[in-house]
């Protein structure tokens, strides 16, 4: 049976005094204020990640990424999803897609969309959409004091039949 899970990322605009880049669903956006966050910050990715370790049953981003491995410090979103992805290939699951929401005021994703699509997907292995909304307003995102996002991944696990392909568990 294919199995679901929900991720979610939410960070924080850094401060001025901080020089960070904005990287959203995989792309820089220049001249746009950065998050904070032991890595780039880049909730979809995050977001995505977090669903793919929810559906394997793999944890989720902090106790695979956490703060406490300084070798994913500064890592890219994308490399945090392609690994992701790795990881849930080597535990017996095969990725059919992952749709991620961001929500916040800026960046205005819509110009931008398929080429994010292009580079979350090209991570994962498997199609990732994005889409986005705004709170009206309402909450830390729609004060633009920061951003979120949401992620819902579908995977299928497998075995290896002998002498076969592989085939849904």
């Given amino acids: 049976m294919p199995r679901v899970g929900v991720g979610t990322d939410v960070h ?19 001249g746009q204020p ?13 977001a995505a990640a977090d669903a793919i370790f929810s559906a394997t049953g793999l944890g989720d981003l902090g106790s695979n990424f956490g703060t406490s491995a300084p070798e994913w410090a500064g890592a890219s979103g994308a490399s945090l999803l392609a690994e992701a992805a790795v990881r849930a290939r080597a535990a017996g699951f095969v990725i059919g897609n992952v749709a991620v929401q961001l929500v916040g005021t800026r960046p205005r994703l819509g110009p931008r969309r398929e080429e994010a ?31 979120a996002a949401i992620a819902t991944a579908l995977v299928v696990p497998t075995h290896h039949a002998p002498g076969g392909p592989h085939l849904p568990a």
């Fill in 12 to 30: 924080a605009f850094a401060g001025p005094d901080e020089s960070r880049e904005l990287w959203v669903a995989g792309l820089l956006w220049p």
């Fill in 34 to 46: 950065g998050l904070a966050g032991h890595s780039d910050a880049d909730v979809v990715a995050h």
């Fill in 117 to 147: 699509q292009e580079v979350l997907s090209r991570a994962a292995g498997a199609p990732v959409t994005v889409t986005a909304t705004t709170t009206d307003g309402l909450g830390l995102t729609g004060r633009s004091e920061g951003l």
